[in-house]
Structures are given as structure tokens and as C-alpha cells.
């Protein structure tokens, strides 16, 4: 049976950082390597290891994974290698959801045109969470634990399906707050479009079974919410 | 000790102790001196009008009949300010109370007699070596005016635009430049002096008997061969004799080499000190900023945080000694220190409190070993200056915090981070992220209760946010700092809490507005 699994590419401290974080959603961590001297220097790692290079001979990994829940990482630290990576695995795995990492502006346009779904740049997000920090450091750090950390805050999406429970009022006008204890940041429409909850259209639109509510609230309030409206 | 000299001491004492007395001598030392007090600028501007007005008043009177008020403005009112400003500068130049305690210290420890002559002496040298200075005779000059009814002391006026000197800072550093040249301007005006000399006596001899010459008098070969070796050649006074057309020639060619001669030291001197004057620029410009962020070390994300951190006002200074990072920061428009960031004389130089003018200071060398090195320096002269560094290898953590660092920068935890949250929730990821992202016009901001505006808004209920369409994500409470989510409606509202709130940038800026004017 194939497995679910992260598929890593490039065996270095992005690679494992990203293995570490994944693990908890993916029954299997496979990490890819282009050589085999880097794998040796490491000991102790409960993941799979392996060999690849970048012919476009990907049958071994399709046989093995079940590409369309599993996961891939581009990682690689040489650029024009991982965006010439990217680009192999898009055109064998259409619709493979593939995250690459960048260094710079130039490489995320590259890798985007490659085919990533996603491409985090390294350099430019490091500078905003400096910047952050240093323009609204409060702000920045209950972003930081209501994203990242494990604080009582939690940030949840939930799709929307009782809607009687609106009674056809706006979303805008609703006192989220005073009745569930949460707070609604923004709606995302079922075409993916988004909204902030005062946004001009929000005041106007109704809202329809489907919409997806961004919601900041505490475990249990978000849990109680989600059970109420959501699906 | 006699009784004179020991209420003298006393006296002394008691001004060396007393605050307003010291208070009121910093005052005037700074606004007279100290070229990094806030409110010297002020007091330079108006000086500055007081020499042109002056001015102007004796150029509209050569030819026209001046108002009484205006030459009693001049006269008296200009000269009394500028008698007191001298007045000032004279006591803040050197302490008498210093000199007197210090004689009777030292007196004391060598169990002599306190000696007033060497007080006296002492003070009158320094108070001399003031006097004497070129820029106090300038301002004293300048006062001159002031006994008008002595017409020839009228054109001590124009002293009064050398004062300029002082206010301008231009205009020293311009001196400065030149006076690393002395020797040279020496040397050139000597060998000028020689050539005029010998050139106004030749000509002198070989055309004063001469009736169709136009030199009679020792005065007017002097004009000539001023006129001529400055190559400036009027032609009102020329040589007409074969012999005196010879020393022309050789006056003209000598012309020429002093004229090339001078220029290329101008410069040469402004090549050499370039740097120099562009350095002492940018100290200056650094210590009259407040809340400065330092990024030691120019690299990647370096470049990225500079160029995101001017984008949001900041001040940014770079200290770099790489002359490529340099060269790289200075192309980027940045201003920039080609010092070590990892010295103290780095900061010395700078020269500023790094408690109260910098806002933090960024170890963002692509090395941990550069930023550890750097960190421990600054941390070895100010304690509380807050500081982030970025860390490349995780077993160096440790080494970080030890050193100092209260902010540690890890790019490969947070790629981690993003990708778990990205992986956990992606539409909330895409929708938080699109909300922060700059171009977006939905901005978080914190605002900061003042005692103002909590005086007519006291609980949350009263911030009536939803009016204008502002989420209150919730507040930073000062006094238990911590971080109410949500608060609620009858949540009391203090002086130096944070409200932290998201919206439109537009409504925010009402929001903030209205709650300022409530």
C-alpha cells in the first residue's frame, strides 16, 4: 500500500527543520539527497534516507507514494538545482502540492514558474519577522504564538454550514465577540477570495454554506464555535 | 589659609555643588558649543540673521539715509548681543571654580600654602588663550560697532560676517581641510611673495623713468605684478619696456605654476579628507537621530532588513569593515561606517548613548562567530541596549545568549514554523499572511493609551472600535504585562497600555484620531 509521507529534498538543517515540524501530519518522512557524504554525517534520524539524482526518472517514488496526500519539500541549498527539481517533479506529479524554499525575489519568480504550489522565501522572511519585531513587537509576538507556538491562542478556519444560526444578518454586524467569544478576522469565499470581516463587501454580503471564517479564539471556544456553525 | 582665601575656596565649592548654578553653565555651554544639543541650531539660525541684518543695514546706508531706529538696532541692540554671547563664551571657555579647587587640592596634598598668585596666573592664561583665539578677536571686533559715534569703527561691521565661521559648520570643516595643507600653502605663498617682490622691484626700475610707462610708483608695480602673476591681467597697468616686457613673461609663467599649483592642493587636500569630512557627516547626522537601528555585518538578509526597515521610517546605520559590503551598503543608499562592528572604538567613535538613541542593535552577519564577537562588545559597554543577532548553526545557541543577545534570529526554525502552520491550516495561513503582507491595506497596529486619552475613555466599552470598523484583537496591560485576548466590555483602561487593533489603515487613522480628541 502506498504511504503518505513528506518527501524532503535536500538533507540539511531546512530539510530537517521541516521534517520536524511535519512529522506530527505525515505517517512517513522520506528524505532525498544528491549525495550520500551528507547522509553519513548524521546519526540518529528516525527518517527514511535516500539517494536521488535529477534525471526525471520519478517511478520509484509514484510506486511508493501516494502522491496525492503526500507532501514535497524542495529544499535544496543549490538553486538552480532545486528550481531544476521543482520543475522535473511538477511535470511528473501534476498535482503533487510542492513547497520550495528560495533565497532571494529572483528565485521565488523561478520557482513559482516551475510550478511550486508554494515557495517560502528565506531571506525575505527572515527580514520581515526582524521588521516585525522591531515595528510592533507586541503585535508580532501574539501573531507569532497564535501561529506558531502552542499557546492557549489558537487561529482556526472554519466552513461555514448552519447558517440559521446568522439570521440573515451580515457578517460585519454580527457581535462575534459577545456571542461566541471568538473573533472573526476575515471570510473566505468558496472561489478562495478573501475578505476582512469590515471590508465594504462584508457589510453587504451574506454570507453562503461553503464560506470558510478565519478565527482567533481559545481552544475551546474556537471548538464549541466550529461545532455550532461549522462543518 | 587667610580669610580671603578661604572664603574664595568656600565660594568655589559652593558653585562646583550648587545645581542651578551648574544647570544654567551646561545651558549656555551648550547652546554655545555643543554642536549635538537640539536647540543650538535655533540659537546658530538667529545669530546668523542678526550678522546679515547688520549687514544689510550698512550696504542700504551707503547710499541712502538710514531710520534712526535702524542704526540704534544696529548700533547698540546687535552689538549688546553679540557683547553678551561674548561675554558668555568667555566664562563657559575654562572654570575659575575648577582652578581654585583644584590649587587647593593640591596644595592640600603636598601640605602647602594655597597659593592665589598661581590662581590668578592660571586663570588669566586660560582666560587669555580664549581671548586670543582667532574666532573670539572675530567677535570681539564685531562688537565695535557698538561705539558708532567713531565712524571708522563702523566698518568693524564687516567683522561681523566672519562670525559666520562660527555658526556654519561648512565653513570649518572647510578650514579644517585647507590647514592639513599648511606646510604646502606655505611653501606656495612664500615662493609667490619672492616672484611679487623681485618682479615689483625689476619693473619698478626698468619703468618708473620711462615717460610712456604707466608704472610711476613702487605701489603701482606692486598692483602690476599682483594683477599679472594671479593671472588675471587687467590691462590698466602694463609693462612697455623691452626689459619690462621680459619680467612680464617670467611673472606670467609663474603665474601659471602657482595658479596649477594652488588648485591641485585644493584638491588633494578635499580628496585626501573626503572620507574624513564624509565620516564626521555621518556622526553627526547618527547622534541627532533618536531610536537608530545598527545592522553590523552587510550581507543577505542584512541588505533585506535595511531596505524593509527604511521603508518603515527607521533609521538604519551599517557598521561594516568589509570594503565589498561596504561598497555594497553605500550603492544601496544606506548610510554607512567603515568601522568593526566587533570594536569598541567603533562605538567610541560613534559617540552615542546606545541606552537612550539606539532602538536595537542587529548582528546580522551570516556567521555566528562575527555575531557572538559582536554581540559581547556591545554588551561590554551598554547593558541595556536591546539586541537581536541571527543565528546560522543551532549548537552555537547557547553561545549567542551567553553573550548577550536578547532576540535570537534562527531562519531555519522559522522556515519550519511556517511550513507546519502552512501544512496545519493553509487557508488561514494564506489569510493571515495576505492581512500582513504590505501591499495589503487591512494594517494590525498598536496603539499606545496615553494619559490623555485615558482620562475620557476608561473602559474597553468606551473605545467604540466597531464605529469604525476596527477589530480590537485586545490589549497589552502595562502593569501585569500580559496580553488580554478579546477583553472584556468592562475592562479598565490605563496609561501606557497597548491596544492592539486591525482594519482598514484608513479607519484606523480615525479610530486613532477619535480617540485622541474625545
Not at chain 2, 524593509?308 to 551599517?318: P, Q
Not at chain 2, 498598536?446 to 485586545?474: D, H, M, Q, Y
Given at each position: 500500500m502506498k504511504s503518505v509521507s513528506a518527501l524532503i529534498f535536500g538533507f540539511n538543517e531546512y530539510g530537517l527543520e521541516i521534517a520536524r515540524n511535519v512529522q506530527y501530519k505525515y505517517e512517513n518522512i522520506a528524505m532525498f539527497n544528491l549525495e550520500k557524504s551528507e547522509f553519513m554525517s548524521i546519526k540518529d534520524v528516525d527518517y527514511t534516507l535516500r539517494l536521488f539524482d535529477l534525471s526525471d526518472d520519478w517511478d520509484d517514488i509514484e510506486d511508493e507514494f501516494d502522491m496525492e496526500k503526500s507532501i514535497i519539500f524542495c529544499a535544496i541549498r543549490d538553486e538552480a538545482k532545486n528550481i531544476f527539481l521543482t520543475i522535473s517533479l511538477r511535470s511528473y506529479f501534476k498535482d503533487a502540492t510542492i513547497i520550495s524554499l528560495a533565497n532571494n525575489q529572483e528565485d521565488t519568480n523561478k520557482l513559482k514558474m516551475a510550478g511550486a504550489s508554494k515557495v517560502i522565501p528565506i531571506v525575505e522572511t527572515t527580514a520581515d519577522i526582524i521588521t516585525d519585531m522591531l515595528k510592533k513587537p507586541i503585535a508580532t509576538e501574539i501573531l507569532h504564538n497564535i501561529l506558531y507556538e502552542d499557546s492557549a491562542l489558537k487561529i482556526a478556519q472554519v466552513k461555514v454550514k448552519n447558517l440559521e444560526y446568522f439570521e440573515d444578518r451580515f457578517p460585519a454586524d454580527i457581535n462575534w465577540s459577545e456571542k461566541f467569544g471568538v473573533l472573526v478576522l476575515s471570510i473566505v469565499h468558496e472561489n478562495m477570495s478573501r475578505e476582512f470581516i469590515y471590508s465594504s463587501k462584508s457589510k453587504h454580503t451574506l454570507l453562503k454554506d461553503g464560506d470558510m471564517l478565519i478565527v482567533v479564539g481559545y481552544d475551546t471556544d474556537l471548538k464549541e464555535f466550529e461545532k455550532k456553525i461549522g462543518g | 589659609m587667610n580669610l580671603f582665601n578661604r572664603y574664595l575656596v568656600d565660594f568655589a565649592y559652593f558653585l562646583k555643588t550648587s545645581v542651578s548654578y551648574q544647570r544654567k553653565r551646561r545651558f549656555f555651554y551648550n547652546?554655545?558649543?555643543?554642536?549635538?544639543?537640539?536647540?543650538?541650531?535655533?540659537?546658530?539660525?538667529?545669530?546668523?540673521?542678526?550678522?546679515?541684518?547688520?549687514?544689510?543695514?550698512?550696504?542700504?546706508?551707503?547710499?541712502?539715509?538710514?531710520?534712526?531706529?535702524?542704526?540704534?538696532?544696529?548700533?547698540?541692540?546687535?552689538?549688546?548681543?553679540?557683547?553678551?554671547?561674548?561675554?558668555?563664551?568667555?566664562?563657559?571657555?575654562?572654570?575659575?571654580?575648577?582652578?581654585?579647587?583644584?590649587?587647593?587640592?593640591?596644595?592640600?596634598?603636598?601640605?602647602?600654602?594655597?597659593?592665589?598668585?598661581?590662581?590668578?596666573?592660571?586663570?588669566?592664561?586660560?582666560?587669555?588663550?580664549?581671548?586670543?583665539?582667532?574666532?573670539a578677536i572675530i567677535d570681539l571686533l564685531a562688537i565695535m560697532p557698538f561705539f558708532h559715534e567713531l565712524r571708522l569703527l563702523r566698518i568693524f561691521i564687516l567683522f561681523r560676517v566672519f562670525k559666520i565661521f562660527r555658526y556654519a559648520k561648512s565653513f570649518q570643516t572647510f578650514a579644517s581641510v585647507l590647514t592639513s595643507k599648511k606646510f604646502e600653502f606655505f611653501t606656495l605663498a612664500m615662493f609667490a611673495s619672492i616672484v611679487i617682490f623681485v618682479s615689483s622691484v625689476l619693473i619698478y626700475v626698468m619703468e618708473a623713468n620711462n615717460p610712456d610707462s604707466p608704472i610711476d610708483t613702487l605701489y603701482e608695480a606692486f598692483y602690476w605684478s599682483i594683477v599679472t602673476i594671479s593671472t588675471v591681467g587687467y590691462g590698466d597697468v602694463v609693462a612697455v619696456s623691452y626689459e619690462g616686457r621680459f619680467v612680464a613673461m617670467v611673472v606670467i609663467l609663474s603665474g601659471i605654476a602657482v595658479m596649477a599649483f594652488t588648485t591641485s592642493l585644493f584638491v588633494s587636500a578635499f580628496t585626501e579628507k573626503l572620507e574624513e569630512i564624509k565620516e564626521n557627516k555621518t556622526i553627526l547626522d547618527v547622534s541627532k537621530t533618536k531610536n537608530i537601528c545598527i545592522i553590523c555585518?552587510?550581507?543577505?538578509?542584512?541588505?533585506?532588513?535595511?531596505?524593509?526597515?527604511?521603508?518603515?521610517?527607521?533609521?538604519?546605520?551599517?557598521?561594516?569593515?568589509?570594503?565589498?559590503?561596504?561598497?555594497?551598503?553605500?550603492?544601496?543608499?544606506?548610510?554607512?561606517?567603515?568601522?568593526?562592528?566587533?570594536?569598541?572604538?567603533?562605538?567610541?567613535?560613534?559617540?552615542?548613548?546606545?541606552?537612550?538613541?539606539?532602538?536595537?542593535?542587529?548582528?546580522?552577519?551570516?556567521?555566528?562567530?562575527?555575531?557572538?564577537?559582536?554581540?559581547?562588545?556591545?554588551?561590554?559597554?551598554?547593558?541595556?541596549?536591546?539586541?537581536?543577532?541571527?543565528?546560522?548553526n543551532?549548537?552555537?545557541?547557547?553561545?549567542?545568549?551567553?553573550?548577550?543577545?536578547?532576540?535570537?534570529?534562527?531562519?531555519?526554525?522559522?522556515?519550519?514554523?511556517?511550513?507546519?502552520?502552512?501544512?496545519?491550516?493553509?487557508?488561514?495561513?494564506?489569510?493571515?499572511?495576505?492581512?500582513?503582507?504590505?501591499?495589503?491595506?487591512?494594517?494590525?497596529?498598536?496603539?499606545?493609551?496615553?494619559?490623555?486619552?485615558?482620562?475620557?475613555?476608561?473602559?474597553?466599552?468606551?473605545?467604540?472600535?466597531?464605529?469604525?470598523?476596527?477589530?480590537?484583537?485586545?490589549?497589552?496591560?502595562?502593569?501585569?504585562?500580559?496580553?488580554?485576548?478579546?477583553?472584556?466590555?468592562?475592562?479598565?483602561?490605563?496609561?501606557?497600555?497597548?491596544?492592539?487593533?486591525?482594519?482598514?489603515?484608513?479607519?484606523?487613522?480615525?479610530?486613532?484620531?477619535?480617540?485622541?480628541?474625545?
Open positions: - | 547652546i554655545l558649543e555643543n554642536d549635538d544639543y537640539r536647540y543650538k541650531k535655533y540659537f546658530d539660525i538667529f545669530m546668523i540673521i542678526l550678522i546679515f541684518s547688520s549687514v544689510s543695514i550698512l550696504i542700504y546706508e551707503v547710499k541712502r539715509d538710514v531710520h534712526d531706529y535702524l542704526n540704534m538696532f544696529n548700533g547698540y541692540v546687535i552689538s549688546f548681543i553679540f557683547f553678551v554671547e561674548y561675554i558668555l563664551r568667555l566664562w563657559v571657555s575654562s572654570s575659575v571654580s575648577k582652578v581654585i579647587i583644584h590649587q587647593d587640592e593640591y596644595a592640600d596634598l603636598l601640605g602647602r600654602e594655597f597659593s592665589l598668585w598661581f590662581v590668578v596666573k592660571k586663570v588669566v592664561s586660560d582666560k587669555l588663550e580664549y581671548i586670543l583665539s582667532v574666532k555585518g552587510y550581507e543577505n538578509i542584512a541588505k533585506e532588513v535595511a531596505k524593509k526597515l527604511i521603508h518603515s521610517k527607521f533609521d538604519v546605520l551599517v557598521l561594516d569593515d568589509d570594503k565589498q559590503r561596504v561598497f555594497n551598503a553605500k550603492k544601496d543608499g544606506l548610510t554607512v561606517l567603515d568601522y568593526n562592528p566587533g570594536t569598541i572604538e567603533s562605538y567610541k567613535k560613534l559617540n552615542i548613548d546606545l541606552s537612550t538613541k539606539v532602538k536595537a542593535i542587529l548582528c546580522l552577519r551570516e556567521d555566528d562567530v562575527e555575531n557572538v564577537y559582536t554581540a559581547l562588545t556591545v554588551r561590554s559597554i551598554n547593558k541595556d541596549v536591546y539586541m537581536m543577532s541571527l543565528l546560522i543551532q549548537t552555537n545557541r547557547n553561545k549567542l545568549l551567553s553573550s548577550g543577545v536578547n532576540e535570537i534570529l534562527y531562519d531555519k526554525e522559522f522556515i519550519g514554523l511556517i511550513v507546519k502552520e502552512y501544512i496545519g491550516q493553509p487557508v488561514a495561513f494564506e489569510a493571515i499572511h495576505e492581512l500582513r503582507s504590505e501591499d495589503s491595506n487591512i494594517k494590525i497596529k498598536e496603539i499606545a493609551l496615553t494619559e490623555r486619552i485615558v482620562s475620557n475613555i476608561t473602559f474597553v466599552k468606551n473605545l467604540e472600535n466597531l464605529n469604525f470598523r476596527v477589530l480590537l484583537l485586545g490589549i497589552y496591560k502595562k502593569s501585569s504585562k500580559r496580553f488580554f485576548f478579546n477583553p472584556l466590555k468592562d475592562t479598565l483602561l490605563e496609561s501606557g497600555d497597548v491596544i492592539l487593533v486591525m482594519g482598514n489603515y484608513i479607519f484606523i487613522k480615525e479610530f486613532e484620531k477619535n480617540l485622541s480628541h474625545k
